[in-house]
């Protein structure tokens, strides 16, 4: 048990973006705030994703799409905290392992913000070969994390 | 039906912020789409009430949360398409009302965005007592359509 808290906490400290305010009543309060900012994520993401896909990217689109997902993905770390490790309606793909990787998960969580961030900057900047690279990292941060940590 | 599809109507081309990109697959998906939008916006409410309860107010937490919830608000209403109107995991609670009521229902999203902006904008000045101020505004055009639209 220590071990896992020790683990968790460090985890915790490095998340990016994980507040010291970010407090949960219940652990299924933790996992309906993480699932929420991933479902705001995904629908950004897929959005980007439609109009990299068109003839003629919507640029303005893309953009307020971005915005919002740099707004959010800094939330979703908040929500790993102990007692969230199983439960939630619908019940949480976190596999037990994210919380006793701590080091590792707080990097891919980084790694994921930083990309995010340059996706944001790429869509301000308005050029959609650039967007589209930023989009391939980021949807690669994603996967790596959900590769090793959610459930099938 | 062609009253309830041009009420909707009115209602989806008013209400703040929902642009044409919105879709979902399907109607669950969207009710997910804007209950994730109000955890998240419920989360970072009762993280600026708890700092404006403190003896001494975190402002950057403050500011942090409200910048969150600038961000994400106007995406509550794409949430609420044709089909989305029962259904979800947990279930809606949305009152049928909700789709019929068009007008009432854009002017009700109108206002909370408005408060929203206008918190977002206190929370960056930084004054405490406008923050307060500002937050019961949001309050307010929050329970105003939680009364007369969400199930109790």
Do not use: W
């Not at 919002?68 to 939630?88: I, K, N």
């Amino acid at each position: 048990m220590h071990k896992f808290v020790a683990a968790f906490s460090l985890a915790a400290a490095a998340l990016a973006a994980a507040p010291a305010h970010a407090q949960f009543a219940k652990g299924e309060d933790a996992i309906r705030y993480r699932q929420s900012v991933f479902v705001i994520m995904g629908a950004q993401m897929g959005r980007i994703n439609a109009q990299l896909k068109a003839d003629k990217p919507n640029v303005a689109s893309i953009q307020s799409a971005a915005a919002v997902l740099a707004s959010v993905a800094p939330l979703a770390g908040e929500g790993f905290v102990p007692g969230s490790e199983t439960g939630g309606v619908p019940p949480t793909k976190a596999k037990p392992e994210l919380f006793l990787d701590g080091p590792k998960v707080a990097a891919l969580s980084k790694k994921m913000n930083e990309e995010v961030a340059k996706l944001n900057a790429a869509a301000k900047g308005g050029d959609v070969k650039a967007i589209q690279a930023a989009f391939g990292s980021v949807g690669q941060s994603c996967k790596a994390c959900h590769d090793d940590y959610r459930a099938k």
